[in-house]
């Protein structure tokens, strides 16, 4: 792709690349981190309607969430390929190519979303007997996940919109969009569940559908700022658009080692509801409950992680490494400070916050000593969500991949199956070995990232 570094918008209001790093971090993600508690809040809602439902109702959304996050999973995978490219293209001041890329991405995007709502909707069943799930559970599920997967054509073009403006800098018009998105869905949510006024009483299916109708509004506006809006530092347009394998190809090549890493972490999450579903309903939901928990608590690593990786790769376009090292050591450190604070609240708190969902005896019980073992694994989190993000935001996504698949097949899946049944811990061998396997991921990412490798990178 030829193209010369005119456009006919000016570049990038605020030069991320120059200045106090842990500002140019900090005011990055912030937004990031807002955006990411909005769509933790909206999950943790649904879940206490959903929660009200019973313990089947929450086993079976849980279950079938874990195969919307092993798509999810993979659609960043690609996303991360359009990042890492746009934002070097921004780094370079090059603002016509990052145009470019943004439109191709959205092509990948479209034939992504509507080949996994036909996949979601047609199998659902089929997908959640995978599980050995009771039948009244897996039906649950599957009647939840045929509405959600109806609606990822919308998440799919969603996703990469506000993924293209976060690479470019602008991280507050995604978090102002997803405010808006998000409280119409908080507010359908009850009326859509439980079948309140004029609205019918769908139940779990209620809960997917107010979803799919924020992410539709989301991708409907996302695409409005994009292309016709004033309020985006990328102004896209489809005159003289050319269909580009090459680019989508480079895209791909980058973002491959992303998408395999977080399919196979998902999919390793769906073997690990597989071991749990033996032990029962309550081991299940108890799981589901503290995955939903540790989303929310892992919010601000995520959001400091997503602009760390931003950083990292608009300032290796800059060509300053040493810059760009500082920003994931840096975030590395306000991590793990937040994630040390969390776990301790956690540990001392966990009955208080599994009754918000929850006030079945049973489940709190075990929802608590889930949650207070998981506890002792956030304070590895900040590691790695600094680490990987900046590594992948370098381009460098191979490690990341390998580090990851040794993580979930080597050490999390047969220390997962093995300790309940060498020891006494029964279930809760299990979250022991989540544990450990964050701790291995931690010590792995520290020690790739001092390499500096990454640094060399070319995109």
């Not at 081991?283 to 540790?294: D, F, I, P, S, W």
């Not at 994931?328 to 708190?349: D, Q």
């Amino acid at each position: 792709m030829s193209e010369t570094r005119t456009s006919r918008q000016t570049a990038t209001p605020r030069d991320w690349t120059k200045g106090s790093v842990i500002g140019s971090l900090l005011s990055l993600s912030w937004p990031i981190m807002v955006h990411n508690a909005l769509y933790m809040i909206g999950q943790t809602v649904d879940m206490i309607w959903i929660g009200r439902l019973g313990s089947a109702a929450v086993a079976g959304v849980g279950a079938a969430f874990v195969i919307h996050m092993l798509v999810l999973a993979a659609k960043m995978g690609l996303v991360t390929g359009t990042r890492v490219m746009i934002a070097r293209y921004i780094g370079s001041g090059d603002i016509t190519a990052a145009n470019h890329i943004s439109r191709q991405a959205f092509v990948l995007s479209i034939i992504y979303g509507i080949f996994f709502s036909a996949l979601g909707i047609i199998f659902a069943s089929q997908i959640l007997g995978l599980f050995g799930l009771k039948p009244e559970v897996a039906a649950i599920g599957a009647d939840y996940m045929r509405v959600l997967f109806g609606g990822w054509v919308f998440y799919s073009l969603w996703l990469m919109a506000f993924s293209i403006m976060q690479a470019s800098g602008d991280t507050a018009t995604p978090m102002f969009i997803h405010l808006f998105t998000r409280s119409i869905q908080l507010v359908l949510s009850p009326f859509l569940v439980f079948g309140w006024w004029v609205f019918p009483e769908l139940g779990v299916r209620g809960a997917a559908l107010s979803m799919v109708i924020g992410q539709g509004l989301g991708m409907l506006i996302s695409l409005w700022i994009l292309f016709k809006g004033s309020q985006s530092r990328l102004k896209l347009t489809l005159r003289g658009f050319q269909l580009d394998i090459g680019s989508i190809w480079r895209m791909v090549k980058i973002g491959l080692p992303a998408l395999i890493m977080g399919v196979q972490g998902n999919l390793g999450q769906a073997i690990l509801m597989w071991i749990i579903a033996p032990y029962g309903t309550l081991a299940v939901a108890g799981h589901t409950l503290n995955q939903r928990v540790e989303m929310f608590v892992q919010m601000p690593s995520v959001g400091l992680g997503t602009g760390a990786g931003v950083l990292v790769g608009q300032n290796l376009g800059a060509r300053q490494p040493q810059r760009a090292e500082r920003t994931g050591w840096i975030s590395t450190g306000l991590m793990e400070g937040f994630m040390a604070i969390c776990a301790v609240l956690v540990l001392l708190s966990a009955p208080y916050i599994i009754r918000i969902f929850t006030t079945e005896a049973e489940l709190v019980e075990l929802g608590s000593n889930f949650l207070r073992i998981a506890s002792a694994g956030y304070l590895m989190n900040g590691f790695i969500f600094s680490l990987q993000n900046s590594i992948s935001g370098s381009g460098d996504t191979l490690p990341p991949m390998i580090i990851s698949l040794l993580n979930t097949w080597l050490v999390l899946l047969p220390i997962a199956y093995v300790l309940p049944r060498a020891t006494d811990l029964g279930v809760f061998g299990i979250r022991w070995a989540m544990v450990i396997s964050h701790t291995f991921g931690a010590v792995a990412y520290t020690l790739y990232f001092r390499w500096g490798r990454w640094k060399r990178k070319q995109v």
